[in-house]
């Protein structure tokens, strides 16, 4: 079984450069939700969907926007990419919000 | 503010040397408190999910156990594998199921 499944797996841009991290889950979950990863902090929420429709926002949405594409797949869009975003970006779904989160390999983002 | 602190930040350990790794919290109505596993260039793995003061959990080596303030994580006979680093997180009630993660302690298991 995939699970949850991250694309693309590195990526490097140049600051002011936009682009689309994807993220699909072949388990039928009705949740997403997209974090990042940096060293020295906990992962930290971006956003999330708790059912196919909604999105919201986590605990640092600024610089990103998301869409819940439909009940599989939730991708995270950089309109204009700061060096401040450089990160290791996970996504995650569960089958309810209060159900345990099953994580990506995430996605390593590089800014220069 | 809901809060997660995990410690210590790193142990090292001889196999078969057993040891026990802490998370504090402090949260609004705790939903649940989840362990997870992370090798490193991967994502986290789902271990163990507590709900309430007293529950426990059991996989392999592993023991959950959870009171109202911390949860720890038994470590018996480790072994080199399960050298990794283990992020503890909960769930606030009406969070919309978002998880507050600690920042983790690194395991090392030397044979």
């Known amino acids: 079984n995939a699970g949850v499944t991250q694309t693309p797996k590195f990526q490097v841009l140049k600051t002011g450069q936009s682009m689309t991290l994807q993220c699909a889950q072949d388990?039928?979950?009705?949740?997403m939700y997209w974090y990042r990863q940096d060293p020295g902090m906990g992962l930290r929420l971006i956003y999330y969907?708790?059912?196919?429709?909604?999105?919201d926002k986590g605990e640092v949405p600024n610089g990103y926007n998301v869409s819940r594409l439909n009940k599989r797949e939730f991708s995270l869009r950089l309109e204009s990419a700061a060096p401040s975003q450089t990160s290791v970006y996970f996504c995650?779904?569960?089958?309810?919000?209060?159900?345990?989160?099953?994580f990506g390999d995430g996605t390593r983002l590089s800014i220069l | 503010e809901d809060q997660v602190t995990q410690s210590p930040e790193a142990l090292r350990l001889q196999e078969g040397e057993s040891s026990s790794l802490n998370c504090s919290y402090t949260?609004?109505?705790?939903?649940?408190l989840f362990w997870y596993r992370q090798d490193p260039g991967k994502g986290p793995e789902f271990l163990f999910t507590?709900?309430?003061a007293g529950e426990e959990k059991e996989k392999e080596r592993l023991k959950a156990t959870l009171t109202k303030k911390e949860s720890f994580l038994h470590i018996t006979a480790p072994k080199p594998e399960d050298s990794a680093t283990y992020l503890c997180?909960?769930?606030?009630?009406?969070?919309?199921?978002?998880?507050?993660f600690g920042k983790g302690t690194k395991l090392s298991v030397k044979p």
């Open positions: 507590l709900y309430s």
């Open positions: 949260v609004s109505g705790l939903r649940g």
């Open positions: 969907s708790a059912s196919e429709g909604t999105t």
């Open positions: 995650a779904s569960s089958g309810q919000v209060y159900q345990p989160q099953h």
């Open positions: 997180a909960v769930q606030a009630g009406g969070s919309q199921g978002n998880l507050i």
């Open positions: 388990m039928n979950h009705n949740s």
